[in-house]
């Protein structure tokens, strides 16, 4: 894994308009995420088990 080129995809639920977010995964310990339609605009940084928690969280609050 590398932090040099971080390898970026976009949520299945993309269709929606373009409304989304982008994530890489393979940027050990952290999860960066950026808006899809300003991408220059830089990105946050996640702790991977606070991104985990937040995932797990919207996915229990969409059941």
Known sequence: MTTDNPQWFTSSYSNNGGQCI???TNIPGTVPVRDTK??????????????????????????
């Open 22 to 24: 982008e994530v890489a």
């Open 38 to 63: 300003n991408r220059d605009a830089g990105t946050l940084t996640f702790r991977t088990n606070s991104w985990s928690a937040f995932v797990q969280f919207t996915s229990d609050q969409s059941a």
